[in-house]
């Protein structure tokens, strides 16, 4: 029994009576303060901290709910081995599920983690492709020939409009619009989440990812919900070709060949953060960019296309 004020016991006690309970002893135990708070096992933690959070995962798609218990599991399970790599991020990930389990089973822990930091690490940006190396070998005639079709695509158009090969393989009939005054896809969410609410925009087709996606007007059905199958996919293909001038480029980096792209043009700050999907760090007034404003941006910076088959 738990050490009370002889006042807060007496209550208890008088709480049990009422309520006709002093023959069940699991009532008289917790009533008391004798009953053990609700223990976790370390290896079920991801499955309760899954339980919990079956709402805001509902709109994840099956391969975002897949990466999602990866992480944790692979967090918990370098915990159970000393936390063999990746620490950082592990930690985070136990430190969130700990969290909201405390939370929801209101089990007063002491959140030892919450506020932990690690010393000594520092940040290193993603690599990023050379403008003139996307243009001259990625882009050059015949170098993504013998790259299955849709893979290859997929390429053109993230070299082209920066966007997550996520956001290009999960596009739908539905947010490719090949017959509007001004083509564009809509990066939005369909059956899955996006990273940010930032995320979600309307990007005009220009140079060689409009031409990749005339020939995939209903998106990339064998990459669908598979944006890592395709990123192993072209990653072996680019270091098996030459294409991979140093070991930290992969196929996002083209992403951040696009932003270096922007900013060599300089455009307003709100077109150069919208075209991202990055936030605008100003209040939100009046309505995003329109295709118009976009798409002159746009064909500033628009590649060469390959003469070869797209």
């Not at 307003?268 to 209040?283: Q, S, T, W």
Request: aromatic content about 6%; some cysteine; hydrophobic content about 40%.
């Amino acid at each position: 029994m738990v050490s009370k004020p002889h006042e807060e016991i007496l209550r208890r006690i008088d709480a049990v009576t009422a309520a006709g309970a002093v023959n069940n002893t699991k009532a008289v135990t917790a009533t008391l303060g004798g009953a053990r708070k609700g223990q976790t096992a370390l290896s079920a933690l991801v499955d309760e901290y899954e339980a919990l959070q079956k709402l805001h995962l509902s709109k994840h798609s099956p391969d975002q709910i897949r990466k999602w218990r990866n992480l944790r599991e692979r967090a918990v399970n370098d915990l159970m081995i000393a936390l063999g790599r990746d620490v950082y991020k592990c930690i985070g990930a136990i430190s969130a599920m700990i969290e909201a389990l405390d939370s929801a089973k209101r089990l007063k822990l002491d959140l030892v983690l919450k506020n932990l930091r690690l010393k000594g690490g520092s940040y290193e940006p993603r690599a990023a492709y050379s403008i003139d190396f996307v243009q001259d070998r990625i882009l050059a005639d015949g170098a993504l020939d013998s790259m299955n079709p849709e893979a290859r695509r997929v390429v053109y158009v993230c070299a082209e409009l920066g966007l997550r090969p996520v956001e290009v393989v999960n596009l739908t009939k539905n947010s490719i619009r090949l017959d509007a005054k001004i083509p564009h896809i809509i990066v939005q969410p369909e059956g899955r989440v996006l990273k940010t609410d930032h995320s979600e925009r309307h990007v005009p087709l220009v140079g060689v990812a409009l031409k990749a996606m005339r020939l995939q007007p209903e998106g990339f059905p064998e990459y669908f919900d598979k944006s890592a199958t395709l990123s192993a996919t072209v990653n072996k293909f680019m270091a098996n070709n030459g294409l991979r001038p140093f070991p930290k480029v992969s196929l996002y980096s083209l992403r951040h060949t696009f932003e270096d792209r922007l900013t060599k043009i300089e455009p307003p700050e709100k077109i150069h953060a919208y075209l991202m999907g990055h936030k605008y760090d100003r209040p939100k007034y009046g309505s995003p960019p329109d295709l118009e404003q976009l798409v002159g941006w746009m064909e500033k910076i628009a590649f060469r296309p390959p003469a070869s088959p797209i």
